[in-house]
């Protein structure tokens, strides 16, 4: 009953049109009012204390280093230092889009943020050369989504505050996964563009790729400075958070010269507009969570789950399953925090690493930024490219079905996700 009231309500509200923070505090007033526990206090003092959380702090860091970083040119410098290396190689230019979305992932860890960089820089040159525009869009929008894999992933932050589970861990556990993802798409890439016929780059001499790594060093810097500070313990999540944020600032705005009072105030209200989403529905969805333990519904998915419990490969599978479809009608970070309270007490019966489960589920949340109807890096690229949604998504498929492969993989052989995280720790 409880389980049906919760996703009723949920459901329902959403249906109406109503925004997910505000779904989600209608499902948790419907709990309360099953359970007899309404109480307006109640409600207020959890909402505000949902957002009132240190480690969320990097929430907003992040972000604003991603703006910073996209209105500073670093993202501009990252893609030429992989087109001045590969750009000259048949498909070169998709093979520059994968490598820099895994840099610029690395120092955003937005995949909205990542995808609308490439698609604005990156799609111009491979119209012009002759690729199919929309392949190209499906492979910009593909991988974008490997950015909430890796640190710095706003998702590993609202997971590992909602979850319990150490950021720092789930930061280093996610390195090799995002590298499998985009190891993932180059093969497919290189599969799809054998018999394509565009305009190859010519070969740059050594000079000149030797010029773009020099411009492009401090922008490279930051992700080593980030993951080498945390894997040593120099600071913290959310003071690696500030760390990126004024390293851009100072980079774009000293070295390379690109902000001005306008660029910068840009970035800064950018910022403040979707920190203020993010973090609202971290407040709403705590409402939902603290109803969610107080009503035992995760007791409830242990029940039903119980066949499974004995085979953790079993229970992955169909976890990541549930999640998937999940993905295809809800957003990231929704997805995120409805779910995490819900199938955590399951993984711990279940006796999984959490900081796995994390990565894997991320993971699949991230995946389903490019699986229509709702996809919301496909509509960043549709936006950016002025391209029509049906032809995105018919380039995105042979990618989406690559990333779902590679995905299931890991969760047939987790020490493919352990193993590396183990020894990075």
């Not at 959403?14 to 307006?40: N, Y």
């Not at 893609?79 to 230019?93: F, Q, S, T, V």
């Not at 993010?278 to 407040?283: G, K, P």
Request: aromatic residues 8%.
């Amino acid at each position: 009953m409880t389980i049906t009231v919760f996703l009723g309500s949920l459901l329902g509200a959403m249906a109406l049109g109503m925004p997910i923070a505000f779904a989600l505090l209608a499902s948790g007033v419907a709990l309360m009012l099953l359970m007899g526990l309404f109480d307006a206090q109640i409600l207020a003092q959890n909402l505000i204390s949902g957002a009132d959380n240190y480690p969320l702090l990097a929430v907003p860091f992040f972000i604003l280093a991603g703006e910073l970083m996209n209105e500073g040119g670093l993202s501009q410098k990252i893609i030429d230092i992989a087109k001045a290396m590969i750009g000259h190689i048949r498909g070169g230019l998709g093979y520059v889009t994968v490598i820099a979305a895994i840099i610029l992932g690395s120092l955003s860890g937005s995949a909205v943020a990542d995808t609308a960089a490439l698609a604005a820089i990156v799609l111009p040159m491979m119209r012009q050369a002759g690729y199919d525009v929309n392949r190209s869009a499906g492979l910009i929008a593909a991988s974008g989504i490997i950015a909430p894999v890796l640190p710095p992933s706003v998702g590993f932050i609202i997971f590992g505050v909602v979850a319990g589970v150490s950021i720092t861990k789930l930061f280093i556990a996610g390195i090799v996964p995002a590298l499998l993802l985009g190891l993932s798409l180059t093969v497919t890439w290189w599969f799809l563009s054998r018999g394509q016929a565009e305009t190859v780059q010519p070969r740059q001499p050594l000079r000149n790729v030797l010029e773009a790594i020099v411009n492009g060093v401090w922008a490279l810097l930051l992700p080593v400075i980030i993951i080498g500070g945390l894997k040593f313990g120099v600071f913290t999540p959310t003071e690696a958070g500030v760390i990126a944020a004024v390293y851009a600032g100072l980079v774009s705005g000293v070295v390379y010269r690109r902000l001005d009072g306008r660029t910068l105030f840009n970035a800064f209200v950018n910022a403040a507009k979707t920190t203020s989403v993010v973090m609202f529905l971290v407040a709403a969805s705590m409402v939902a969570s603290w109803l969610i333990t107080v009503a035992d519904l995760p007791g409830e998915v242990v029940e039903l789950l119980e066949p499974f419990l004995g085979n953790k490969i079993l229970l992955m599978f169909m976890i990541m399953a549930l999640v998937f479809v999940v993905g295809t009608a809800m957003d990231f970070v929704p997805t995120v925090l409805i779910l995490t309270p819900v199938l955590m007490p399951v993984v711990t019966a279940a006796g999984i690493d959490p900081v796995y489960f994390g990565v894997m589920f991320v993971m699949n949340n991230a995946i389903g930024l490019i699986t229509p109807p709702v996809g919301t890096v496909l509509n960043v690229v549709c936006g950016v490219g002025r391209l029509p949604i049906d032809g995105v998504v018919r380039g995105v498929m042979p990618f989406l079905v690559a990333l779902t492969v590679a995905m299931f993989l890991m969760t047939l052989f987790p020490v493919l996700v352990t193993a590396p995280a183990a020894w990075f720790r």
